[in-house]
């Protein structure tokens, strides 16, 4: 596991270390870093500089939150909006680990507390720039555990989508920003101006999916084309204007992306295994 440490001296006194962590997948879940205690084949790298800002934000500018936790639950349409480009990872001076993105369109109506989804999984606002365009969400370590976050570093281009209004359109389908799990991509296979896109996931999603079905994948609202049981595998087909405007053309075979499979399917499943039907057709 790869850290690195950058120290920015903005006031008399240091500031909280920026940490990037880049392998939080094998970490139960209810654990908590502890940096004396890492593996002996952990790598522990420092990169200290000393920084003082040539100015102090005006109070309009910057907006922060206190809590990462989003009260409503919300909604979105797999349509993506813009693709964002991550600023920084690492803990901010809350000990959380905050990510920041640079966007523009996400950012006309920001409130502190919204939901936005990144790459398909739904984080809130905490903190936010409109002038530098840019905005702050908080990552658990059970979103970095789940999600394809954990691969992110500055620089990398990330889906966004704003959580849908009872005035907007229903462009995709009902897409939670609950991401289920990750699959790998397989294959890139480019033909006329679309792209064939396969991906390999566990057992345990592959059964949600159908041909025809809706998945989201990386936030994006589109249609399973054929499902491979015995490869664990499904494909689905990019058209030209798909690929300009989110980011998984950009990716490589062997990474991943974040999955969302359709609900209902989960909900019939629920349903089927509490004995609903049987117990419909008692007199």
Same mark, same amino acid.
């Given at each position: 596991m790869a850290i690195k440490v950058s120290i920015s001296l903005n006031s008399p006194k240091l500031s909280h270390p920026k940490l990037s962590i880049f392998n939080f997948h094998n970490l139960p879940s209810n654990s908590q870093l502890n940096f004396p205690n890492l593996s002996s084949n952990g790598q522990l790298k420092f990169k200290s500089h000393f920084k003082i800002p040539n100015a102090i934000p005006k109070p309009h500018q910057t907006l922060k939150s206190k809590s990462y936790r989003n009260q409503i639950s919300c909604l979105?349409?797999?349509i993506v909006e813009e693709m964002g480009k991550v600023?920084?990872?690492?803990?901010g001076e809350n000990a959380g680990?905050? /990510? =920041?993105i640079g966007a523009k369109i996400v950012l006309e109506d920001v409130k502190l507390g919204d939901s936005i989804a990144v790459n398909g999984t739904c984080l809130t606002v905490t903190e936010f720039n409109t002038e530098l365009s840019e905005f702050t969400v908080g990552l658990a370590p059970e979103t970095l555990r789940k999600t394809s976050l954990i691969e992110l570093q500055p620089g990398s281009l990330v889906n966004l989508e704003r959580a849908l209004q009872p005035s907007t359109r229903m462009g995709g389908h009902f897409v939670q920003g609950h991401v289920d799990g990750t699959g790998e991509i397989v294959s890139l296979d480019p033909e006329d101006d679309s792209l064939w896109v396969k991906v390999k996931t566990t057992p345990e999603? /592959? =059964?949600y999916i159908v041909?025809?079905?809706?998945?989201a994948i990386d936030g994006t609202s589109l249609t399973v084309v054929d499902v491979f049981d015995d490869d664990l595998c499904f494909n689905f087909m990019l058209v030209a204007y798909t690929q300009q405007n989110v980011v998984i053309p950009l990716k490589k075979v062997g990474q991943k992306v974040n999955l969302e499979v359709d609900i209902l399917g989960k909900y019939v499943e629920r349903l089927l295994n509490s004995g609903f039907l049987e117990a419909s057709k008692s007199p």
């Open positions: 979105f349409t797999g600023k920084e990872l690492g803990y680990f905050d /990510l =920041k999603l /592959l =059964k041909p025809k079905g809706f998945i």
